[in-house]
């Protein structure tokens, strides 16, 4: 079966650091671009960013920009959101999600662009 499984969230204070894992299962995650979204409650689902395949192409909404990175294990073939300096406005369910599209600086990322999805993961930032 092909699928994302996720991994990582859970309950952090502001200022804190979390990191989510994207693994694939029967999906080459370096053939594929990896975005990530996230959807608050009551909020439609929001681009939070997103990695390209070779070059390792990367694009940020405006609102994690400096505070998240994105990096790549191609031997456990997974691909990992580093999330620094949290905020409350950061408390959302994050997805990650696989497609083969295209990720780069001002290109729109869009979750039409992805046909694989994972489960979702609840990332909470309070105090």
């Known amino acids: 079966q092909l699928q994302l499984v996720e991994s990582g969230g859970g309950l952090v204070q502001p200022g804190g650091s979390l990191r989510l894992s994207c693994t694939g299962s029967?999906?080459?995650?370096?053939?594929?671009?990896v975005g990530w979204f996230r959807q608050a409650p009551g909020k439609e689902r929001e681009a939070v960013s997103c990695?390209?395949?070779?070059?390792?192409?990367?694009n940020f909404a405006d609102s994690v920009k400096g505070r998240f990175t994105l990096s790549r294990d191609n031997a456990k073939n997974t691909v990992y959101l580093q999330m620094d300096m949290l905020k409350p406005d950061d408390t959302a369910v994050y997805y990650c999600?696989?497609?083969?599209?295209?990720?780069?600086?001002?290109?729109?990322?869009?979750?039409?662009?992805?046909?694989?999805w994972g489960q979702g993961n609840q990332v909470t930032v309070s105090s």
């Open positions: 990695l390209g395949t070779s070059g390792g192409r990367t």
């Open positions: 999600a696989s497609g083969s599209t295209f990720c780069g600086a001002s290109v729109p990322i869009r979750p039409v662009q992805y046909d694989r």
């Open positions: 029967g999906v080459l995650l370096d053939r594929h671009v």
